[in-house]
């Protein structure tokens, strides 16, 4: 079975910290992902990545960054957290660019005060 | 732009009776659509996919979902409720951006299953 699995459950930050969400993943995917998940919005794709060292905006990009030094390995930053990005965060990685499924981690969920 | 709409927030059904869970799509193209569930605390699951072919799909738990063209919906469906399927569900679509395949999901629809 895949597993995908993500540093914290949950995590409180203060205003203005620098924060890191780890996503590790044990099958050799090529493809990982970072969404969040805010009521009534569904999943947001923040940012994706096809390839070590490789990164691609998705639909919300704006004040976070990603890190992908390792294959096994996608980080998503927040420069300086703000209130507003106090949501669920869901990483997720797939075999390939055309893979149908993804798998998902089990969500950090970042509280901003 | 590829997307998908899920119309009820909530969905409410007894155990023993028949759910369906509603989702429409609008895209450019054959459409790959898929449904994902949610239990509480975890991550996403993948219930189903469509891609092509019977216009009925089967997948976990006893799901399936129908396919139709004319209505551009891709309902899913379980003839007898469980309990234990109380969760929140999300449709999905493929889409494709800056040469890439993204999924781009609904906005969730929680099904309440009643003893």
């Known amino acids: 079975d895949v597993k995908v699995t993500q540093s914290s459950r949950y995590l409180v930050k203060r205003t203005g910290e620098k924060v890191f969400l780890e996503c590790v993943q044990d099958?050799?995917?090529?493809?990982m992902f970072w969404y969040r998940q805010d009521p009534g919005l569904g999943l947001r794709l923040i940012y994706f990545?096809?390839?070590?060292?490789?990164?691609e905006k998705g639909d919300i990009p704006e004040g976070y960054s990603v890190s992908r030094e390792k294959k096994e390995r996608f980080s998503l930053i927040l420069e300086s957290a703000s209130t507003n990005q106090t949501s669920m965060y869901l990483c997720?990685?797939?075999?390939?660019?055309?893979?149908?499924?993804?798998?998902f981690g089990p969500g950090t969920r970042l509280t901003v005060t | 732009a590829q997307s998908v709409a899920q119309p009820e927030d909530q969905v409410n059904v007894a155990e023993g009776n028949p759910l369906t869970v509603k989702c429409t799509y609008s895209?450019?193209?054959?459409?790959?659509l898929f449904w994902y569930v949610q239990y509480p605390n975890r991550g996403l699951q993948f219930l189903l996919k469509?891609?092509?072919?019977?216009?009925l799909v089967k997948g976990s738990y006893g799901f399936e979902a129908e396919f139709n063209k004319s209505q551009t919906s891709f309902h899913l469906k379980k003839p007898s409720a469980l309990v234990s399927d109380s969760a929140l569900y999300f449709c999905a679509v493929r889409a494709r951006f800056s040469g890439f395949q993204k999924l781009v999901f609904g906005t969730g629809t929680r099904l309440l299953v009643s003893p």
């Open positions: 997720a990685s797939s075999l390939f660019q055309d893979s149908y499924e993804q798998y």
């Open positions: 895209v450019s193209g054959n459409p790959y």
């Open positions: 469509y891609i092509t072919g019977d216009n």
């Open positions: 099958m050799d995917h090529e493809n």
């Open positions: 990545s096809y390839d070590v060292k490789m990164k």
